[in-house]
């Protein structure tokens, strides 16, 4: 008989090629996310410093918090039928995720993404997204249940992260939800967000919780990237629960229930930021499940977020257990 997960994720899935190199040259540039540039020579043949391997991807991303906090997790993706595609089914399984609703593309290979270190952390991604470029909403699970089972609910938690763009897919998901009173937490990507606040606004007013990092709030609200009084007042009280805003190496806002809490950034030498943001929506929404309590979350999410940009790898800092009292205390929030 079927049993319902505490949490569905449902986005990408790839395999993330980490290359750090010295040989990276850094120059400053304002037209940069991080004022930043760097370059190389075409022709030249440069030394890798340091060559991680791992599976990455917004869906499988999530899953490992969700799963790693003890909660029923499945993840809803597309892989190819290649090697590649293997690996990121067997760590799921290796970490306890429910792999029953990853469909296999046998036309695309399985996204993948290389991932430029220099040798100040400053970080530049090539990313071919392959078979998660096309979710197939035709075999999304709720659409093969038997008659008797006339509002099958999946998951209790939908964390949805990047859907390619196609806007019919998160139209099936939501319709979905709202039918079986699913909650949905959502993290939208670019593609997404291009669309604009009026195509999006009617799915973010039906999410529990939204996360973004600067940036992307901005260009979403219609304003600057330092408005973030204008950010909260367009943005900040969409979302049913809580809206979620990452600032780098600021710290983060919650915006819940007209308040605003702001924690500031914990210390640790950042060795990567790749998935950072997905660290630390997932982190937040794993705690708001057990403790519905806004500075908890905060706390939890900005600590599973420092385990990742102080590990290499999107997972591999991803914490095995919740984190305790005393952990919370480390974080300033106010």
């Known amino acids: 008989m079927f049993r319902t997960f505490d949490v569905l994720t449902i986005g990408s899935a790839t395999q993330d090629v980490f290359i750090r190199s010295k040989a990276l040259e850094e120059h400053a540039d304002d037209d940069s996310p991080d004022g930043i540039a760097a370059c190389f020579l075409m022709g030249s043949k440069m030394p890798i410093d340091e060559l ?27 892989v190819g039928t ?3 595609g293997e690996e990121v089914l067997h760590e799921m399984k290796r970490e306890n995720i429910n792999a029953r609703f990853v469909q296999k593309d046998a036309k695309r290979k399985t996204a993948y993404s290389i991932i430029l270190l220099s040798g100040t952390g400053h970080r530049a991604i090539f990313t071919h997204r392959g078979a998660s470029d096309s ?19 999946v998951a209790k938690w939908l964390y949805i992260t990047s859907l390619g763009g196609d806007m019919a897919v998160p139209k099936d998901v939501f319709v979905h939800a709202e ?17 604009g606040l009026k195509a999006l606004k009617p799915f973010l007013a039906q999410c529990e919780i939204i996360s973004l990092n600067r940036e992307e709030a901005a260009v979403l609200a219609g304003v600057e990237p330092k408005e973030t009084k204008a950010i909260f007042q367009v943005l900040g009280d969409l979302p049913r629960t809580a809206f979620l805003m990452t600032d780098g190496q600021r710290g983060a806002y919650v915006r819940h229930k007209g308040k605003t ?25 794993a ?28 997972k591999a800092g991803i914490p095995s257990k919740p984190p305790s009292a005393k952990d919370r205390r480390k974080v300033l929030i106010r």
Do not use: Q, Y
């Open 52 to 78: 991680t391997f791992s599976t990455g991807g917004g869906a499988t991303n999530a899953a490992v918090t969700f799963a790693r906090r003890g909660l029923r997790t499945a993840c809803l993706a597309r």
């Open 82 to 84: 290649d090697s590649i």
């Open 135 to 153: 979710l197939d909403r035709r075999a999304f699970p709720w659409h093969h249940w038997t008659k008797k089972m006339a509002k099958p609910r």
């Open 179 to 195: 039918r079986t009173r699913t909650k949905i937490a959502w993290n939208p990507g670019n593609r997404e967000l291009a669309k």
């Open 261 to 285: 809490l702001f924690a500031s950034a914990l210390k640790g030498k950042r060795v990567n930021t790749t998935g950072a943001g997905d660290a630390f929506g997932s982190g937040f929404v």
């Open 287 to 314: 705690s708001w499940m057990k403790h519905a309590d806004a500075k908890t979350a905060l706390a939890d999410a900005m600590l599973n977020s420092l385990g990742v940009i102080t590990h290499m790898g999107a």
